[in-house]
């Protein structure tokens, strides 16, 4: 039963992700990658994780795609629609990808790690939520700390990118 | 199991890296670089649960807060030449150069 669900989640992910790469139009794009991170977030529930699989439909299905489409809403649709997809040099590009699947795969064959602790201490007092917080709060606060300002500078930089000219206001 | 999810984070990372280089959209290339952290958070999770740490799942919540920031500044980005170019063709972002 776990494979199955296993092969249909991983088969809306690889398909959703395909999908983004190769539709023509910038909206369909979207709406693939939608597809990708929900088949992402029930991996991450078969593997013990429902906190971040709740932060993956809330961040990216939500936040990041809806940004994109709410870009997408503001701009020409036909900016949107390209006539040609894809760069000259593509076939080079897949021989690439190609090539990085053939790697990871071959690493992912050969890695050994000790299986001894599969599933354990992922929880607290029987929540995951609750282990998370208290590593992140704990052993974790510095890099929290430093995300928190790397959110706020990447804010400024947004609006500073996107307001403007004093010469177009006149 | 391990070694099939391996395989899915690998394919998710592989595709988006061949999206980046091969679309000529930009809105469609920032999406391709989410599907390629995407990847990589698959195998934190992996090995966040097949190691026993849950230290993977908090490198995951670093990852996606800067997944967000990168996006809010690429989609800045976007707009900026927009308004300037009336194009989001990835070669007509050559004029950033200059």
């Given amino acids: 039963m776990a494979e199955l669900i296993f092969f249909v989640l991983s088969l809306a992910t ?3 992700a395909l999908g983004t790469v190769i539709s023509k139009n910038a909206y369909a794009s979207a709406l693939w990658m939608i597809t990708s991170f929900i088949g992402v977030s029930g991996l991450f529930v078969m593997l013990n ?3 971040i699989a709740m932060l993956q439909i809330i961040v990216y299905a939500g936040a990041i795609a809806v940004l994109i489409l709410f870009v997408m809403m503001l701009m020409d649709r036909r900016v949107l629609e390209d006539k040609e997809r ?4 593509y076939l080079w590009a897949i021989a690439f990808g190609l090539g990085l699947l053939a790697d990871i795969t071959v690493l992912a064959f050969k890695f ?4 001894s602790h599969i599933g354990e201490n992922l929880t607290l007092n029987g929540s995951n939520t609750k282990m998370v917080g208290d590593i992140l709060f704990k052993r974790y606060l510095f890099p929290f700390e430093l995300i928190a300002i790397v959110l706020l500078v ?13 010469k177009e206001v006149e | 199991m391990f070694v099939e999810y391996m395989v899915v984070s690998a394919l998710l990372f592989a595709i988006g890296a061949t999206g980046v ?4 959209n930009f809105l469609i290339v920032l999406m391709s670089l989410e599907l390629m952290l995407n990847g990589a958070g698959i195998m934190l999770i992996t090995m966040s649960y ?9 490198m995951f919540i670093f990852v ?20 300037k170019k009336r194009s989001l063709d990835i070669n007509d972002f050559s004029a950033l150069r200059k």
Avoid at chain 2, 21 to 24: G, N
Avoid at chain 2, 64 to 83: D, F, H, Q
């Fill in chain 1, 49 to 51: 994780a429902p906190f």
């Fill in chain 1, 154 to 166: 990447a804010l400024v930089g947004a609006i500073v990118l996107t307001k403007k000219d004093k």
């Fill in chain 1, 14 to 16: 690889i398909v959703g």
């Fill in chain 2, 50 to 58: 097949y190691l026993g740490d849950v230290s993977g799942q908090i």
């Fill in chain 2, 64 to 83: 996606a807060a800067i997944a967000a920031s990168e996006t809010a500044v690429g989609l800045a980005i976007a707009i900026m030449m927009y308004k």
């Fill in chain 1, 112 to 115: 050994r790690i000790n299986l």
């Fill in chain 2, 21 to 24: 280089m091969i679309r000529r």
């Fill in chain 1, 86 to 89: 894809f760069n000259p040099q």
